[in-house]
Nanobody, 126 residues
Framework: QVQLVESGGGLVQAGGSLRLSCTASGRTSSSHAMGWFRQAPGKEREFLAG????????YYADSAKGRFTISRDNAKNTVWLQMNSLKPEDTAVYYC???????????????????WGQGTQVTVSS
């Protein structure tokens, strides 16, 4: 089992930045990709960014490209999502996820991820 805990969410004005963190505990030694998703009220969960086990490969959704950066430090069992130039439409609950079963180097769908955090709220005011 793996437990994921997100932090770093909050209220920010449009144009501002936030850095989300996700710390893993439990069976973290196995290689696994990590991803960030978000879900706004009334909308489906949306993939934002993913990173391979060693961090050499990243993948971003169009909505995140150029504004968000995913990174990880396996020694700290932590993955981050740096979010810049935030917009009101970025308001959502943000989730990190760990993939322990997919054959993809960087999975991009929620079904491919095994473990999920509880989410952290990000609210961007206009």
């Amino acid at each position: 089992q793996v437990q994921l805990v997100e932090s770093g969410g909050g209220l920010v004005q449009a144009g501002g930045s936030l850095r989300l963190s996700c710390t893993a505990s439990g069976r973290t030694s196995s290689s696994h990709a990590m991803g960030w998703f978000r879900q706004a009220p009334g909308k489906e969960r949306e993939f934002l960014a993913g990173i391979s086990w060693r961090g050499g490969i990243t993948y971003y959704a169009d909505s995140a490209k150029g504004r968000f950066t995913i990174s990880r430090d396996n020694a700290k069992n932590t993955v981050w999502l740096q979010m810049n130039s935030l917009k009101p439409e970025d308001t959502a609950v943000y989730y990190c996820a760990a993939d322990y079963r997919s054959s993809a180097v960087v999975p991009t769908t929620s079904d491919e991820y095994t473990y999920w955090g509880q989410g952290t709220q990000v609210t961007v005011s206009s």
